[in-house]
């Protein structure tokens, strides 16, 4: 594939937090013989399991077929938006949305003197802006919901828009300023967990694919990974996309999760520039995130692409079309990096927590474009159906069940 000398297409190794000195032997441990759980995926759902029962006494073994945090966590965002996410038939996840919101700031100061990184955690806000009178009345529409479920979003004429961002076009005409909605970087908080969870006591194996679950009397009882087997009374799946291949599942057991590809541009402007943005701003068409060091990330298109990584011509076009249709000052920056990722999305767009119907095996999937967001509550959900404490009213709902699969 071409590219230019200056620009990474699909990288594939997470990025390190600047000035990020790992404090732990960055070479693949050995996979135990027993484990008390087992986390099959390292993104970001699975660490933050991981870190969170290994805090509960647990015993973590995390494996996975890659490096820790090289999937979809890397290529995510890092928005946390709740508000800005919802919309009409949303309701089965706004409450369980807003929890994992609120849990953020704790878990990220938690996270932060745990493995002592900057998460570079950016507490300004999302703006979702209309740039016609046809996307007004829809946004309208939007901020009536919002008013409806008690989010804290507050409703801005085009002036004031302007006034909070004066680099965006002088055709906005309305926007909500999402007052909750903030924001990390995915390049800070992956090195973090990763860190955190090896400190906690967590083996975390990389590269090294399961091959099969291990099942005793109809339960499962492990992992094989090619000749080596761990033995552990629970397994929860993390494997985002790859959830509903068929994989790793008893036959007869079917998981309503599928990939649809995002493809994301990086820009930078020189480091003597002001940032071009002080909030997330989102169009109809894209995210815009400016993050540290003058990167700004444009995102995402959503499409129905299989497991096609392919970073596409049109997909592009569409993304920096509607970056400079918003933001004009992009024009004059640099292109630095062009990447996809497949979102694990259900068939409600909703995760899918909890138990399978087959003993020892959990699941925490489909999260769609919101397992930055959701990994929080997803992580303090999961640790307490293994450890036996009660889980959170707003995760009781997302079980597989609610697709009339049997649990």
Known sequence: MYSAPNIQIVPGRRLAAAGATPAFD???????????????????????????????????????????????????????AAAAEYEAGGEILIQFALESQRRWEPFAAELEQASGLDLDFDRSGTIVVAMTRDETARL?????????????????????????????????TAGIHCLRDFQIDPRRIMPALEIAARRAGVTIIENQPVSALAMQAGSV????????ECMAPVVVLTTG?????GQLVPSGLTIPVRPLRGQSVCLRAPATQPPLLRHVIWTEQVHMAQKSGGRLIVGAT?????????????????????????LPGVEDISVEAVWS????TSQDDAPILGETGVPGLLLAVGHHRNGILLAPATAEAIAAMVLGTPVAQSAQSLTLQRFGRKT
Do not use: C
């Not at 008390?36 to 996975?64: E, F, H, M």
């Not at 990722?341 to 694990?344: L, N, Q």
């Open 26 to 80: 960055s070479t693949a441990s050995h996979l135990p013989a027993k484990a008390d759980v087992i986390v099959v995926g390292a993104g970001i759902i699975g660490l933050s399991i991981a870190w969170r029962l290994a805090a509960g006494g647990q015993r973590v073994v995390v494996i996975d077929k890659a490096e820790a945090g090289s999937g979809a966590s890397l290529a995510a965002t890092g928005m946390l």
């Open 140 to 172: 309208r529409s939007r901020f009536d919901l919002h008013g409806k479920v008690g989010l804290e979003t507050r409703w801005l004429t085009g002036e004031s828009v302007r006034t909070l961002e004066d680099g965006l076009r002088p055709s906005v």
């Open 221 to 228: 009882a492990g992992i094989a990974a090619g000749d080596l």
């Open 241 to 245: 996309a790859y959830a509903g291949s």
């Open 302 to 326: 959503v499409e129905e692409a299989g497991f096609n990584a392919d970073v596409t011509v049109g997909g592009l076009f569409a993304l920096l079309e509607a970056a400079r249709r918003a």
């Open 341 to 344: 990722g497949f979102r694990p």
